[in-house]
């Protein structure tokens, strides 16, 4: 599956773009980047878009998996994230619940789920979401 890692260092954002199959090497090598390098880490503002996901390919275990990763890195440095999915379908949007459940129960996340791209935008403290062409493309 395509997906694609953005920053807006200006806006203190990193907005994460899913298309095709939602699966569990694509969701481990965005957490891995998000929280394993310094340009990545946390304390970003972050958009994890799914608007163009077609179909599901994760289990429940394969994201308990990933966000353990997650969890720890924000654990271990006690720092907090904002986190905002938009997720328009039913099966994206309860995907999305599963990863607001996990991170949020770690302490580690304040995380929106929503089929609003408005909502998105205030959630984050942004007025509008910017032009996805304006990010520097990391992944």
């Not at 806006?11 to 965005?30: H, K, T």
């Amino acid at each position: 599956m395509p997906v694609g890692v953005y920053y807006f260092p200006d806006l203190d954002l990193r907005w994460v773009r899913y298309e095709g199959a939602l699966a569990a090497p694509d969701v481990i090598r965005v957490i891995h980047l998000a929280y394993g390098r310094p340009e990545g880490r946390a304390g970003r503002r972050s958009f994890i878009d799914m608007e163009l996901v077609d179909r599901v390919e994760i289990a429940f275990s394969d994201m308990n998996s990933a966000t353990q990763t997650a969890v720890e890195t924000l654990s271990a440095s006690g720092e907090r994230i904002r986190s905002a999915c938009f997720a328009p379908t039913d099966v994206t949007f309860g995907i999305a619940r599963i990863y607001q459940t996990l991170m949020e129960n770690a302490g580690v996340a304040e995380t929106l789920v929503t089929r609003d791209r408005g909502e998105v935008a205030r959630f984050l403290g942004l007025e509008v979401l910017p032009d996805l062409g304006d990010g520097e493309r990391v992944l």
